[in-house]
């Protein structure tokens, strides 16, 4: 595993030596042992979200497979869904803030095996700030639980923009609080430059898992935007 860093630090060096909850979870056959560092200031990125959940169920659910494919996922938080994206094949980079990359270090190392480590990165991506350090080629880019801040709304949707091309599957799963605008940000905003799907819904928890491509004006698929 290797880590990229917008800034200088280096969390691969630190040790958290705080309280943590350890919580178990089997998806698609994988048992995943998933770490949270309570006390480590990771504010929302130390609770497993239900949306994260649905969005493995979802995967599990559709059998995916992402063997050979370039993966990127946004907010990853404990790094749930992108180390099972990961142990279904992905070619993976796991992005949040650098205060929490130290916790999904700790989660790939627990679940990843050693044989595999050279196919899954850990990177600081802050919405709307370094999006350009990353690459445009990927096959896919999944978040849960990332829309639920209005006010970085716009910085998402420029990361999303950046992060893909015509070609790029994008899976979010979003609970959706009505008075953060949920349903605004994927029926309005989200669709002013992607197709929006809806894929999965769970009544219960009150969360949807959407498939989005780009639009593409006048393009066809091969085409790059
Ligand atoms: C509600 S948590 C969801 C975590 C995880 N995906 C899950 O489902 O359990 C939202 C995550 O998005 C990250 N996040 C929020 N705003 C961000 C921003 N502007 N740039 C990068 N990450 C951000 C947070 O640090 C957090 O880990």
Redesign the pocket.
Known sequence: MTTAHSDSSSVKEEKYTGRIIEDCYEFCGHKLKITRMIGAN????S???E???I?CRYFEQQKMNFSGKKVI??????G??GILAGLLGGEMTL???T??LMQIEKNISDNFPPAMMNRIKVAT?????NQTEFSTNYDYII????V??PS?YP??IA?LKHLSNSNTIIFI?TKMRRVLDANEFHEKMLTQDFNSELVLRDEEDDVNVYKITKKCPGSNAQAQC
């Open positions: 990771l504010q929302f990125s609770t497993i979200w949306a994260g959940l969005l996922e946004l907010g990853s938080g404990t749930i869904v992005t949040d803030r205060r929490t991506l802050n919405w709307g700030e978040g849960s639980d990332i639920y801040s970085i910085c998402l990361t799963s």
